[in-house]
């Protein structure tokens, strides 16, 4: 069995990303940022489809926001 992945720094960035984005961080959103996030480490590619308005700019934008603050603290 594989352990759980250790996302909390990663949570506090993308909680202070969405503040920064002022977006609200309901927990299906932060799920779909980690999701987005697990998909891009397994994959060589994605498309990111869905109806519009449905959040998928948003999360991009806060997932980029996130990684880049990880970066700057060195994590």
């Given at each position: 069995m594989l352990p759980e992945p250790d996302y909390d720094d990663m949570k506090s960035c993308i909680?202070?990303?969405c503040v920064k984005f002022k977006l609200q961080a309901v927990?299906?959103?932060?799920d779909k940022i980690i999701q987005l996030y697990e998909m891009?480490?397994?994959?060589h590619g994605l498309m990111v489809v869905g109806e519009p308005f449905a959040g998928k700019t948003s999360a991009m934008n806060v997932l980029a926001s996130a990684?880049?603050?990880?970066?700057?603290k060195g994590l």
């Amino acid at each position: 069995m594989l352990p759980e992945p250790d996302y909390d720094d990663m949570k506090s960035c993308i909680l202070a990303s969405c503040v920064k984005f002022k977006l609200q961080a309901v927990p299906y959103f932060l799920d779909k940022i980690i999701q987005l996030y697990e998909m891009i480490v397994v994959r060589h590619g994605l498309m990111v489809v869905g109806e519009p308005f449905a959040g998928k700019t948003s999360a991009m934008n806060v997932l980029a926001s996130a990684l880049t603050m990880l970066k700057e603290k060195g994590l």
